[in-house]
């Protein structure tokens, strides 16, 4: 009896382990197809659902959280220390190594993750801008394929006709046959890359790989001007988390500095090698304030080029439009070859294509500049991770 039992709970458990074994087999969707009801999001609304329960941003918020925990315990400390040391001249030793070490690490720890927290924010919307412009131009790229297999097989059609009344020859025929072949492999190859491009921007919604969505943006042209220069560098160099860790650590390194010249010879070698902190700390700050400053001027470079990019697509377009109509009149009254109109419309597909990636381009800079004139894309780790710490005299 005990036997059966124990050989019926196995069964049992066998048969469930099958069945959940199944049922998540049958999750997984058995299509290339996107499925369900389709979600219609712009920008804004496909930012806040990936930033809803992101682990990196709720990291980030938890590393914020344990900065402020932190930031009470400093405050406790530096109360304590300005009650003993405040009285003391600022310039002294004891004030130096008590107050002064403990008062520039406490406030940058604080302020740092602050700012590491902005930049991970900025980082991942950055992340999402970049999938839904290049989700909006594999769209556009999609459409613009399916209009040129169109007007292809409408060629290849005019062509047959023609050969049926003796107009042109065979091989005629048989090149349209084969251009229209290339257009539609075109069309195809854009359908795939953009069902990637879905699946990609669904991993970065949180969504299920193929569920369907439905941007209801377009890709187009942003507004963009700078009034100033000097003035959107000005702000990359008080926003930067890079610069704002150079200045703390030739803070830390300065204020060695003033507390090695009151214990050291200038001769003894921690007198030198804390000079040479200095220098380092120095160098570091002038030099991240430069490669800041060639960084923003580059992306304005870039914006700029990219605008009279976009002009210069359009204005392709327009022309080869105009091009494809006049060989198609002229074919239709037998003036021109099927060469002519297949060079044409080639030429109106690369414009169009073009300009299509000059838009997705210069959107992405815009994003760029904005962002390096701001606190930035990159997390610096603070006082209690990596940062210098002073205080070892």
Do not use: W
Not at 234 to 261: H, P, V, W
């Amino acid at each position: 009896m005990r036997k059966y039992i124990k050989g019926l709970a196995i069964g049992l458990v066998l048969c469930l382990l099958l069945a959940g074994m199944t049922a998540a087999e049958s999750s997984i969707v058995d299509s290339m197809d996107f499925q369900g009801d389709s979600i219609g999001l712009s920008l804004d609304e496909a930012i806040g659902v990936m930033l809803e329960s992101n682990p990196t941003l709720e990291k980030s918020k938890l590393d914020l959280e344990q900065a402020q925990v932190d930031y009470d315990k400093y405050e406790k400390d530096y109360r304590r220390v300005k009650r003993v040391f405040g009285s003391e001249d600022k310039d002294s030793l004891k004030y130096l190594q008590s107050v002064k070490l403990l008062e520039i690490s406490g406030e940058y720890a604080m302020a740092s993750a602050r700012r590491n927290y902005d930049a991970t924010l900025e980082n991942l919307k950055a992340d999402m801008e970049q999938a839904y412009y290049r989700l909006l131009q594999a769209e556009r790229m999609t459409g613009i394929n399916k209009a040129n297999v169109e007007t292809t097989k409408d060629l290849h059609e005019k062509t047959k006709k023609k050969f049926e009344l003796g107009l042109v020859a065979k091989q005629e025929v048989i090149n349209s046959e084969l251009s229209l072949i290339r257009a539609e492999n075109d069309y195809n190859s854009s359908q795939n890359n953009l069902k990637n491009v879905k699946m990609l921007l669904n991993t970065r919604l949180g969504y299920d790989i193929m569920k369907e969505v439905n941007l209801t943006e377009e890709l187009s042209y942003r507004e963009f001007e700078v009034q100033s220069i000097a003035e959107a560098i000005s702000k990359a160099l008080e926003n930067r988390n890079e610069i704002k860790f150079a200045e703390f650590n030739y803070d830390i390194q300065k204020t060695n500095m003033d507390i090695a010249e009151k214990i050291y010879s200038d001769f003894m070698f921690v007198y030198r090698s804390q000079k040479l902190d200095v220098k380092k700390a120095t160098r570091d700050l002038e030099d991240i304030k430069k490669n800041i400053e060639m960084e923003v001027r580059s992306n304005y470079l870039d914006v700029l080029q990219k605008q009279e990019e976009i002009k210069a697509g359009e204005k392709s377009v327009e022309l080869a439009k105009e091009a494809l109509r006049l060989s198609q009149l002229s074919y239709d009254v037998g003036m021109s070859v099927m060469t002519d109109i297949q060079r044409a419309q080639t030429a109106l597909l690369q414009s169009e294509l073009g300009l299509s990636q000059a838009v997705l381009d210069y959107n992405l800079c815009v994003l760029k500049f904005e962002d390096a004139i701001g606190v930035g894309r990159t997390s610096i780790g603070g006082s209690s991770a990596g940062a210098p710490q002073g205080g070892g005299f």
